[in-house]
C-alpha cells in the first residue's frame, strides 16, 4: 500500500507520456535530412526516424551479391555467433547466455546459409566491436565511413562501425543500448519492435547469472556457467508474445512496429528498448555513435530509480 502514491505518479507519467511523446507510428521521409533538420526534429526530441532510400547510393545496395562477397572477402576470418535457437546475449531459464564463438572464413559460414538442408544450430555475424572496421575492412569502399548529417548532427565521429548477416531465425533479445544507433540495411530486411525510454517502468528487468552456449553434439548445446557471482540485469519478456500473467505491467507500454528494407536507414535513439528480427541473409550495417549524457540522461537515472524503487515496494 504504501507504493500506491508512487506507482500512481508512475500512472500518470505513463499518460503524459502517450499524449505528448510517444509516436504510435515510426517516422519516414524519403530524402536525407540535413544535420539541422535531424538534430532539431528527432535527436533533441528522441525519437526513432526512418529515411526509406537513405543509403541506397551505395555501391554495396547492389554489389554485395553472395558471389561477390565470396570473390572478395570469402577468404577472410570472420566470428560467428552459434545458438541452437537464434536467441545470442539472452536469457534462457534462469542464465542470461551469450552465444559460442567460432572463428571461420566468411565463404565457409555463406556455405551454411546457402544451404539446401538448414543447420541445426543458428549462425549469425553480429560480434559489436566494430566487426566491419576489423574484419570486413575489404568491403569499405562500397560504403560510406560515416553517415555524413548525422556526424555533423552528434558533433563526432561514430565509434564503432558493426556488421549484420545471418540466419531468418537469429533474433536480438529486447534490450537498450547507450547509444545513438544508425541502422542500414544493405539487402533482405528487419523487423523492429520499439519501445520509448519511458516505458521504463512497465517494462521487467531481473538479475541473472551468466552463461555461455557450447555445442556438444550436431545442433545440442549445453549452457558452461561462467563460474564466478557476476550477474547481467537483462529483460525476460518476448514483446512477440509477452507473458501478461507474469508481468501484467507491460500492458502499459506503447510499443511500435516497423520494417526497414534494403537501402533505408533507421535512426534509433538511445536508450530506446528494441527487439529485431531479420530476413534470411539479411545484410546491415549500423553506426554507433557516443549518446550525451546531459540532463535528459539525469532525468532518465531518475525514472530508473524510481521504477526500481516501485517495484520493490510492490513486492
Not at 565521429?157 to 544508425?182: C, K, L, Q
Not at 557476476?230 to 518476448?238: K, M, R
Request: contains cysteine; hydrophobic residues 35%.
Amino acid at each position: 500500500m504504501e507504493s500506491a502514491p508512487l506507482h500512481d505518479a508512475l500512472a500518470r507519467f505513463n499518460d503524459n507520456c502517450k499524449d505528448f511523446f510517444h509516436p504510435c507510428t515510426v517516422a519516414e521521409i524519403t530524402e536525407q535530412p540535413s544535420p539541422l533538420e535531424f538534430h532539431r526534429r528527432w535527436v533533441s526530441a528522441n525519437l526513432p526516424l526512418i529515411i526509406r532510400g537513405g543509403a541506397s547510393h551505395w555501391a554495396a545496395v547492389n554489389k554485395w551479391t553472395r558471389t561477390y562477397l565470396r570473390e572478395k572477402v570469402g577468404d577472410l576470418t570472420v566470428t560467428v555467433a552459434v545458438t541452437p535457437n537464434g536467441f545470442a546475449d539472452a536469457v534462457h531459464g534462469s542464465v542470461f547466455v551469450t552465444p559460442e564463438e567460432r572463428v571461420m572464413k566468411f565463404a565457409e559460414f555463406l556455405n551454411i546459409l546457402e544451404a539446401r538442408e538448414r543447420s541445426k544450430a543458428v549462425f549469425y555475424i553480429q560480434k559489436q566491436n566494430s566487426n566491419f572496421t576489423d574484419e570486413f575492412r575489404k568491403l569499405a569502399d562500397d560504403v560510406e565511413s560515416d553517415v555524413c548529417w548525422a556526424t555533423t548532427a552528434f558533433g563526432k565521429a561514430p565509434d564503432a562501425v558493426n556488421f549484420w548477416m545471418g540466419d531468418e531465425r537469429a533474433i536480438t533479445s529486447m534490450h537498450r543500448d547507450h547509444y545513438e544507433n544508425i541502422y542500414c540495411v544493405v539487402s533482405g530486411h528487419k523487423d523492429f519492435i520499439l519501445l520509448p525510454p519511458t516505458d521504463l517502468p512497465w517494462v521487467p528487468y531481473e538479475n541473472y547469472k551468466t552463461g555461455q552456449f557450447r555445442e556438444v553434439a550436431n545442433g545440442q548445446f549445453d549452457i558452461i556457467g561462467s563460474g564466478d557471482d557476476s550477474s547481467v540485469p537483462w529483460i525476460p519478456l518476448d514483446p512477440e508474445n509477452p507473458d501478461f500473467d507474469r508481468y501484467p505491467q507491460y500492458r502499459q507500454a506503447s510499443p511500435v512496429k516497423c520494417r526497414v528494407s534494403a537501402g533505408d536507414i533507421l535512426y534509433l535513439p538511445s536508450l530506446w528498448f528494441h527487439h529485431v528480427r531479420q530476413s534470411h541473409g539479411c545484410i546491415a550495417l549500423n553506426y554507433w555513435y557516443d549518446m550525451e549524457f546531459d540532463i535528459k540522461y539525469c532525468y532518465y537515472k531518475l525514472l530508473e530509480d524510481l521504477s526500481l524503487t516501485s517495484k520493490k515496494m510492490l513486492k
